[in-house]
């Protein structure tokens, strides 16, 4: 899918950095994504999280707070105050690009940071937080070892994920004086709370707490296993597509109509990560499914494989065609089944020679009701009518193209 480049002005002048992740498709919802506390909108867990939603509809926006990653400004003279500004100024930039930002999502301090904002960004009707603390000044934990230095010659370095940091006094008590009970309980906007059991660095009590104050529409969901970063790629894909299943209980989707010229509209396959297989399929504006390679052949088995498809078209047609027979005949078939094999397998496509092969469907089609031997006959044979069955039996023509 695209990413757009840009900058932003915070409130305070400074050029901000930012990635919005356009969906190569129909456009559903709009999301502000906040990173995590000293981190940027690089990390994997934001890249990859937002172009999992991104690939389902969603686009999103991320971009580096002040001081951070590619932004202008000093990060020591920054606090909590200037990450609720920013956002701000971040909503507004997205409406700029024209779109209204539909869902506020924070990673760690960053789910502070949203739900303290939340107030501010009206047309947001949902927020998601994960491996978020309660109180925003949790992230002080970090450097607590440091807090009489700071307070006794005003700031101190702190080593934060390996890098420095300059935290002043004025950061201590700007974030000290944030509580999220009370913008918690007049959110008025749907909650999904996103938390792993075992993060050493946000324990799971947060999360706890978070949902406690937080009034109905609320929800929470477990990230088992997964650390506070997200740093699995299989961790960051399940919290996209909980996100994206969570959010359409919350949202009017009105999905664009498809592309003209095509009668049943087109069908959109987008790989999801090019160190796998996993691809996105939209067919028309309203229909989803993934495809994927078992993981004996280096995919994750999330999906039905390229022949699967296929052997699901065969027998979807079939038992259709069958259908229509018997309903126009007014014949008692009760319920039809289709087994579909295809003998091919993953490790022969790719030797020499594999086009002078055979490609062989098997169908067992299982009809049930009163019918008499004549009647099942007569179905066996208007089965290989099925337009699929004489499409894949006669020599076919692939036009192929490259797009801009």
């Given at each position: 899918m695209p990413t757009e480049k840009f900058t932003f002005k915070s409130s305070q002048g400074h050029s901000l950095s930012a990635r919005l992740d356009i969906p190569d498709g129909p456009h559903v919802a709009s999301a502000l994504f906040a990173h995590c506390f000293t981190c940027s909108k690089d990390i994997p867990a934001a890249r990859r999280i937002s172009q999992r939603l991104a690939s389902q509809g969603i686009a999103v926006l991320r971009f580096d707070f002040t001081g951070l990653g590619h932004s202008g400004g000093e990060f020591a003279n920054t606090g909590f105050s200037t990450n609720l500004e920013d956002l701000k100024a971040a909503a507004q930039a997205l409406r700029h690009q024209g779109y209204s930002p539909d869902i506020l999502i924070g990673h760690s301090l960053g789910g502070a940071a949203v739900i303290a904002v939340a107030g501010d960004i009206p047309e947001a009707k949902a927020v998601v937080t994960i491996g978020a603390p309660f109180a925003p000044g949790h992230v002080t934990e970090n450097f607590g070892h440091k807090k009489t230095e700071i307070a006794e010659i005003g700031q101190a370095e702190v080593c934060l994920g390996g890098r420095p940091f300059t935290i002043k006094q004025s950061f201590l008590t700007d974030i000290a004086q944030y509580k999220l009970d009370a913008a918690l309980k007049s959110l008025g906007k749907a909650l999904l709370v996103l938390h792993a059991p075992r993060d050493?660095?946000?324990?799971?009590?947060?999360?706890?707490a978070l949902f406690t104050a937080a009034k109905h529409p609320k929800s929470f969901v477990t990230l088992d296993d997964a650390n506070h970063l997200i740093t699995n790629p299989k961790d960051a894909e399940y919290t996209a597509e909980v996100i994206a299943s969570w959010v359409r209980r919350y949202l009017d989707f009105h999905a664009p109509a498809p592309p003209p010229g095509a009668p049943e509209g087109i069908t959109r396959i987008s790989e999801t990560d090019p160190g796998g297989f996993l691809q996105d399929i939209m067919s028309g504006p309203d229909h989803?499914?993934?495809?994927?390679?078992?993981?004996?052949?280096g995919g994750t088995n999330k999906g039905m494989s390229p022949y699967g498809f296929v052997s699901a078209g065969l027998g979807a047609c079939t038992s259709m065609t069958l259908r229509m027979y018997a309903r126009r005949k007014g014949w008692p078939l009760e319920h039809i089944s289709v087994d579909v094999s295809h003998d091919k397998v993953h490790a022969q496509d790719a030797r020499a020679g594999a086009s002078e092969k055979i490609d062989r469907f098997q169908r067992i089609i299982k009809l049930r009701g009163p019918l008499s031997d004549e009647q099942r006959q007569t179905l066996l044979e208007i089965a290989d009518k099925c337009p699929v069955h004489r499409t894949l039996e006669r020599s076919n023509q692939i036009e192929t193209r490259l797009g801009d």
């Open positions: 050493a660095i946000v324990s799971v009590d947060n999360a706890a989803h499914s993934l495809a994927d390679e078992p993981e004996a052949y």
